[in-house]
T-cell receptor
Framework: DTAVSQTPKYLVTQMGNDKSIKCEQNLGHDTMYWYKQDSKKFLKIMFSYNNKELIINETVPNRFSPKSPDKAHLNLHINSLELGDSAVYFC????????????FGPGTRLTVT | GQNIDQPTEMTATEGAIVQINCTYQTSGFNGLFWYQQHAGEAPTFLSYNVLDGLEEKGRFSSFLSRSKGYSYLLLKELQMKDSASYLCAVSAYGNNRLAFGKGNQVVVIP
């Protein structure tokens, strides 16, 4: 029944490691997003894919690489993790043309030590 | 670019009415949206305004003035479960991007 799911929910890792977060939606949406929400609760767009194609790529370090194997999945791989990467990462999806109504996943709380 | 400004926190009593303001600056305005986020949870869509005026949805109403770059979310008959952060977001023409404000934390007390 889950609409947008993310794994893992919590991720604790050391600086310099590489990690991935996975996202899947079963809503039949064609657009998916990655957001970062920092400790000040500021929610900021990172990437957006439409039908597996990258359409938004904000100013994000190239250590972050999204991958969309199909339109129901959007994964986020992060290389050489840094302390400042600690945040909650939300995946979201929407229909193209209805980007205002986005459905968010439960979030992945990443802690880099 | 887009700038969105929201006050940070307010406390209100159960049963009361609270108004949360949002001012924005953007080129090619294509809509203003409100999301609710409970602590430790994902944001959920509440409402959107594209034209000036008031949109009512049960206990929640949202108002937009495009000429003033201003919106508010009105929460009526406050309930304890309304304690959450309320995020204002704007969209511009030609992209799927939603730019979020920092959110306004509403704390409802008995």
């Amino acid at each position: 029944d889950t609409a947008v799911s993310q794994t893992p929910k919590y991720l604790v890792t050391q600086m310099g490691n590489d990690k991935s977060i996975k996202c899947e939606q079963n809503l039949g949406h064609d657009t998916m997003y990655w957001y970062k929400q920092d400790s000040k609760k500021f929610l900021k767009i990172m990437f957006s894919y439409n039908n597996k194609e990258l359409i938004i790529n904000e100013t994000v370090p190239n250590r972050f690489s999204p991958k969309s194997p199909d339109k129901a999945h959007l994964n986020l791989h992060i290389n050489s993790l840094e302390l400042g990467d600690s945040a909650v990462y939300f995946c979201a999806s929407s229909h193209q043309g209805k980007s205002y109504e986005q459905y968010f996943g439960p979030g992945t709380r990443l802690t880099v030590t | 670019g887009q700038n969105i400004d929201q006050p940070t926190e307010m406390t209100a009593t159960e049963g009361a009415i609270v108004q949360i303001n949002c001012t924005y600056q953007t080129s090619g305005f294509n809509g203003l949206f409100w999301y609710q986020q409970h602590a430790g949870e994902a944001p959920t869509f509440l409402s959107y305004n594209v034209l000036d005026g008031l949109e009512e949805k049960g206990r929640f109403s949202s108002f937009l003035s495009r000429s003033k770059g201003y919106s508010y979310l009105l929460l009526k008959e406050l309930q304890m479960k309304d304690s959450a952060s309320y995020l204002c977001a704007v969209s511009a023409y030609g992209n799927n991007r939603l730019a979020f404000g920092k959110g306004n934390q509403v704390v409802v007390i008995p």
